[in-house]
């Protein structure tokens, strides 16, 4: 299963509207796409403004859907007036979940 772990980085003065957008491309991802199995948006204890994704896709086409979904391109769109670094991607293969 594809896992992608996201770091961002919003803007000071955007944090509110990125919390917003991230949130709204998150809960599509979950609802709309039957292959998006996890998608977490999480703030990066003591560093301001920093923030990691951790996304769970059930096979490779269920992560190529998602990058051609509109919710998606829609986050694309806005993401570069809310960022003020370029996002980090490190995509992995998930092997076990913890238990």
Partial sequence: MPVLVVSMR???DSEARFVE???RNA???LTEEPGCLRFDVCRVVG???AYVLYEVYADDQ???H???TPHFQAWRGVAGTLLSEPTAVTQADLI???G
């Fill in 10 to 12: 919003a803007k000071t």
């Fill in 21 to 23: 957008e991230i949130t």
């Fill in 27 to 29: 809960t599509a991802s």
């Fill in 47 to 49: 560093d301001p403004g």
């Fill in 62 to 64: 269920a992560l190529d």
């Fill in 66 to 68: 998602h990058r051609s």
């Fill in 96 to 98: 076990s979940t913890g």
